[in-house]
């Protein structure tokens, strides 16, 4: 649709920061939702390589015994 026919229907524009506003977004939201991400990330990543170790010593010990 052309800007006059969207303007016709009642439609505003908006700036980008009255659409962050209206999101709930912003940079404190936007700071703390990307740390929250990379903890996260971190956290699985440390969770994968304990079992992965708990894994291998398991098998070997398992191994020594059956030999």
């Not at 929250?36 to 990330?41: R, Y």
């Not at 956290?43 to 010593?57: A, P």
């Amino acid at each position: 649709m052309k800007n006059l026919e969207l303007k016709e229907l009642g439609v505003q524009e908006m700036n980008a920061t009255e659409m962050t506003k209206v999101n709930g977004g912003g940079p404190l939201s936007d700071i703390l939702v990307n740390t929250l991400f990379v903890a996260l990330g971190g956290v699985s990543i440390l969770v994968n390589n304990t079992v992965q170790f708990v894994g291998y010593t398991v098998n070997s010990l398992l191994g020594f015994i059956k030999s």
